[in-house]
Nanobody, 115 residues
Framework: QVQLVESGGGLVQPGGALRLSCAASGIFFSAFNMAWYRQAPGKQRELVAAITSGGSPGYADSVEGRFTISRDNAKNTVYLQMNSLKPEDTAVYYC?????????WGQGTQVTVSS
């Protein structure tokens, strides 16, 4: 059974930081490309950051320079370090694992940026 379990969300003030974690089980983690998506109320889900199985990261323009994605294959975990958070970063953040036709999602974790 495949599981992606996100954690680390919460309420933070503008300019603050959070670190999201996504622990994977039931997959050969090191072979999967991993990504973080987010969905704000009334908006479509959007790609935030991704990291290939080889460790190459990529970012949406809106988070470039503020967010960092990383992975620890020994722990089957992908991280998203979010710095200089803005109110527009408020959303449910989802972890995604993809390899060819295999595509798995976590349940999401809420991030709220507000004073």
């Amino acid at each position: 059974q495949v599981q992606l379990v996100e954690s680390g969300g919460g309420l933070v003030q503008p300019g603050g930081a959070l670190r999201l974690s996504c622990a994977a089980s039931g997959i050969f983690f090191s072979a999967f490309n991993m990504a973080w998506y987010r969905q704000a109320p009334g908006k479509q889900r959007e790609l935030v950051a991704a990291i290939t199985s080889g460790g190459s990261p990529g970012y949406a323009d809106s988070v470039e320079g503020r967010f960092t994605i990383s992975r620890d294959n020994a722990k089957n975990t992908v991280y998203l370090q979010m710095n200089s958070l803005k109110p527009e970063d408020t959303a449910v953040y989802y972890c995604n694992a993809k390899e060819y036709l295999l595509d798995y999602w976590g349940q999401g974790t809420q991030v709220t940026v507000s004073s």
